[in-house]
């Protein structure tokens, strides 16, 4: 066989039908894009955001004690294991807003602030320190406070004393959790500042950056413990808390390094999914393409072509398919991963600076673009390919088989179907390999946007079991020496409020059997018929109501970083300087906000010689009833009000409603990005589908000319491939339902533990589950249109002299 006329009849069949090229090019295109978009966005945001926290050499530990001067930092880098130790001022404050209200405000005043050596962060404007009666505000806390260089800003201290600052600049801080999310703007001030605002010039933060490459948990809190009890304790200072930096982070990482990865993670499985079923498409074009060729097969048999020359060259049309697919791919991905880590980089506060392709996502994307087609078309073409010259140019049309399948015997017994319908389902399962890549592509579409609603089921349900224990409407911190008796009973005077309840609350370590100290771990003294908390039980029982008792309920979080603890088991505490034994009763779920151990509010009272005095009061408008958001406002403003006002309290207050806002924000974050990629998993199966319906056009087109040649009208036509693509759909749906019990719960339990280091609640989601049903029946419209339109444009000559 001639080489050119090989090329000529390769170029005619590309040029031939535009449409099936442009349908197979989409299809690898949307796949190999979706890979480069996911890869080159992980590595931007890697080197970005990874670059950008290393560049201002994040600490490994904090170590939060009495107030002390700046000295106390250059004897910490004395010890052998530390190399670089400094000392900051965190002050909880107030700033206005240029809307009017007040949000909350973290003053940072850094020791040697001309040459900050932890925790750096970049000037943007201005310059740093500021001077005397000038803040510095995080460029996402001035944004969303509506604050320029040059505004007057209003800060309002504790002790509800406020002072007029000058912002003199603007910072890029990528080591803070950003306002948007955690919902405290970050300020810099001078300590010259600080000291007109009335405040003692001392610092209460020792930030530790510890020797070595892999800093584990372990490592970084021994070293600490050794501050502590080398230089802190026997110098007079009490250290309240040794803290990790982050959200469940090791030392050194970023603070949200789990859910970054859990981000990551879901991408890279959808794009092996749009893959897979990009391959599917062009298993069902390959085999158009040869079913439409058949006859062509034949002669060109016939006139001497051997089977490896005609092979190369449906090969060599592929290889075609897969280079333009590819040359769509590489920008498609770029913007994606453009869009993507620009949309990362909002969200988490850093900065995008340029987006490349590196050679190892471009070698990726080149040997799936190449080698995927060539390795699903191999078998479709061989299996084409091997026809003999007399079956291909003489048996091609109508089949002459002689075996009906059991199918088709059971639709010719039912009486009632009538004839297009019948016509409709045996064309459908007429092929049964090409209908099984069809459905296994829209399965999986199906399979993983369901699963996407019920990733997010489980997660709502993983925020419902944190639920139980924020069960209040409103609660207030309050300063020390505030009686229980006295906050529940001012809180029980204003209207609306039925129920009243004191929390204390302090801070101690767990001591180990090699008498190392864990990190700072949260104590809540609490009544054991609290009604404002609803624990869910692990393991064990809740606390009972035994006043002065050695018994403890812990929570999961703690179970997973101390090892050892189980119930029936004692603890070392210490609390204020000294070591209690205490046995564990029981083990309630995780919180996600950290480590938490619960005891008696009259034991926890006793150990701390803080007796009867709570740290919080939470509030009911209802006892054993929530109430709505707009009650749970209205609430919170009498309670901060009244306990204004009665000199109690000066204090913000905190509804329910708002302390989740943070987190279903980010959850829903999640939810769009898995159905964005479910959208692309569906556009490639309705690619496959269109594909589908017009290879069986191809194959019945005599079939078509019989029914035009008796009187068969265009809308019949279009009804017979219009129920056969919906036959197609249902039975996706169907079985994308079922795929979907296994992919669903496999899928959760992955996203839920890269972003929240948990075992899942887990919840199907019926909603996915009737959506897919919508959406699979528009699929199933809009992919027959097309082909139906062909059918129905068919003339009685022209298909009744089809090849």
Not at 205 to 211: K, N
Not at 355 to 370: E, R, S
Not at 603 to 609: D, F, H, I, K
Request: with cysteine.
């Amino acid at each position: 066989m001639n080489l050119d006329a090989r090329w000529v009849k390769i170029w005619r069949d590309l040029w031939g039908n535009k449409t099936r090229f442009l349908l197979v090019t989409l299809s690898i295109a949307v796949g190999v894009g979706t890979i480069g978009m996911i890869y080159n966005a992980s590595q931007i945001i890697q080197r970005d955001l990874y670059s950008q926290f290393k560049q201002g050499n994040p600490a490994h530990v904090f170590l939060y004690l009495s107030p002390f001067p700046k000295e106390i930092a250059n004897a910490a880098e004395g010890i052998r294991e530390v190399k670089q130790a400094q000392a900051r001022r965190i002050l909880r404050a107030e700033i206005k807003s240029s809307r009017g209200d007040f949000e909350n405000l973290n003053l940072h005043v850094i020791a040697d602030s001309f040459s900050i050596k932890v925790n750096r962060f970049n000037m943007l404007q201005g310059a740093f320190p500021p001077n005397v009666r000038e803040i510095v505000l995080e460029r996402q806390s001035a944004q969303l406070l509506g604050y320029e260089v040059g505004d007057k800003v209003t800060v309002k201290l504790e002790d509800d004393r406020q002072y007029e600052l000058t912002l003199s600049g603007i910072a890029h801080d990528v080591n803070e959790i950003p306002f948007a999310i955690l919902g405290d703007a970050s300020g810099y001030i001078s300590m010259d500042t600080l000291r007109w605002m009335g405040e003692s010039a001392t610092y209460n933060r020792l930030e530790v950056v510890v020797q070595g490459e892999e800093i584990s948990k372990g490592y970084a809190l021994d070293v600490a413990d050794k501050i502590k009890k080398r230089i802190l304790e026997p110098a007079g200072y009490q250290v309240f808390s040794i803290r990790i930096p982050g959200v469940g982070s090791d030392p050194g990482d970023h603070w949200a390094h789990n859910q970054i990865r859990g981000f990551i993670l879901i991408l890279q499985i959808m794009s092996v999914m749009a893959t897979l079923l990009s391959g599917g498409l062009i298993v069902n074009t390959i085999s158009a393409i040869l079913i439409q060729q058949t006859k062509q097969i034949g002669i060109l048999r016939a006139i001497g072509a051997s089977r490896k020359q005609i092979v190369s060259m449906y090969l060599l049309n592929i290889l075609i398919f897969s280079v333009a697919g590819l040359i769509l791919a590489i920008p498609f991905g770029l913007v994606g991963s453009w869009w993507l880590a620009n949309f990362a980089a909002r969200f988490l506060n850093f900065d995008v600076t340029r987006v490349t392709l590196t050679w190892d996502v471009l070698l990726i994307q080149v040997g799936v673009a190449i080698g995927m087609p060539l390795a699903v078309a191999i078998f479709p073409i061989l299996n084409g390919t091997s026809i003999s010259v007399y079956d291909a140019i003489y048996q091609y049309g109508l089949s002459d088989r002689k075996r009906v399948s059991r199918f088709e015997q059971l639709l010719s017994r039912i009486r009632s179907i009538n004839p297009p319908l019948l016509l409709s389902l045996r064309n459908t399962f007429r092929q049964r390999s090409r209908l099984a890549f069809t459905l296994s592509t829209l399965t999986l579409a199906g399979a993983m946007f369901i699963a996407s609603f019920s990733t997010y089921s489980s997660l709502t349900a993983q925020i419902r079991d944190v639920e139980r224990y924020v069960a209040f409407d409103a609660r207030l911190s309050l300063p020390r020496g505030v009686t229980k008796v006295a906050a529940e009973r001012e809180a029980l005077r204003i209207e609306g409020i039925g129920y009243a309840e004191g929390w204390a609350i302090s801070e101690g370590v767990i001591v180990r059997s090699d008498h190392s100290e864990s990190q700072g771990i949260e104590i809540v003294g609490l009544p054991p018929d609290s009604k404002t908390i609803y624990p869910k039980l692990v393991a064990g029982r809740w606390l009972s109501a035994m006043p002065n008792s050695r018994q403890v309920v812990v929570n999961a979080d703690l179970v997973n970083e101390e090892a050892g603890i189980e119930v029936g088991k004692e603890i070392q505490i210490k609390i204020g300087g000294r070591t209690h034994t205490f046995t564990v009763v029981g083990i309630v779920s995780k919180h996600i906000f950290g480590p938490r151990i619960y005891m008696d509010f009259t034991s926890l009272s006793r150990l701390t010689g803080r007796h009867n005095e709570v740290d919080e009061i939470r509030v009911l408008a209802e006892e054993g009833k929530l109430a709505s958001v707009a009650t749970q406002n209205t609430l919170a403003e009498k309670l901060e009000e009244r306990f204004r006002n009665a000199g109690i309290s000066k204090n913000n207050s905190v509804t329910r409603s708002s302390f989740f806002s943070e987190f279903t924000e980010i959850f829903n974050i999640i939810l769009l990005v898995l159905l964005i990629m479910a959208g692309l998993l569906a556009l490639v199966g309705s690619l496959g589908l269109s594909g589908t319906l017009g290879i069986n056009i191809m194959e019945r087109m005599r079939e078509i000319g019989v029914l035009r040649a008796v009187g068969a009208a265009n809308h019949a036509l279009v009804k017979i491939v219009l129920t056969e693509s919906l036959v197609v759909s249902f039975v996706s749906w169907v079985m994308g339902a079922i795929t979907s019990a296994i992919s669903s719960p496999i899928l959760a339990a992955v996203v839920i533990y890269a972003v929240l280091e948990t075992q899942m609640s887990f919840r199907y989601s019926m909603i996915g589950l009737m959506l897919w049903f919508c959406v699979i029946l528009l699929i199933g419209v809009f992919s027959s249109l097309l082909p139906a339109r062909r059918a129905a444009l068919l003339q009685v000559r022209e298909v009744l002299d089809y090849e």
